[in-house]
């Protein structure tokens, strides 16, 4: 059963960080893409950054390059999320998302969602 948990979320002020992580099991690390995406209350979720587990590619929505990062750790099969020069439009429920790479391009992964989803955890900005 493929399982994702997600934690790191927290209550920031403008311009500060916060690091995601999303642990992964039931699945090989290596042959799947996994996601960050956020939602807030009343919107679509929206894809934020997205990493291959069989070789590190990355992929950005444009709102968040230069500010955020996505890496991984194979051994540890997790994905962070480093989150820096926060802004209060990134304020939302952050989630994990995992789908076979299977062919799919990360964009695309990114821009129409993953199979599989985390519970989500919430990042608040203030102002």
């Known amino acids: 059963e493929v399982q994702l948990v997600e934690s790191g979320g927290g209550e920031v002020q403008t311009g500060g960080s916060l690091r995601l992580s999303c642990a992964a099991s039931?699945?090989?690390?290596?042959?799947?893409?996994i996601g960050w995406f956020r939602q807030v209350p009343g919107k679509e979720r929206e894809g934020v950054a997205s990493?291959?587990?069989?070789?590190?590619?990355?992929y950005y929505d444009e709102s968040v390059k230069g500010r955020f990062t996505i890496s991984s750790d194979v051994a540890k099969n997790t994905v962070y999320l480093q989150m820096n020069n926060l802004r209060p439009g990134d304020t939302a429920v952050y989630y994990c998302g995992a789908n076979p790479l299977a062919g799919y391009g990360l964009g695309w992964l990114t821009i129409y969602g993953m199979e599989h989803w985390g519970k989500g955890t919430l990042v608040t900005v203030s102002s």
């Open positions: 990493i291959s587990g069989e070789d590190g590619y990355t």
């Open positions: 039931g699945f090989t690390f290596e042959d799947y893409a």
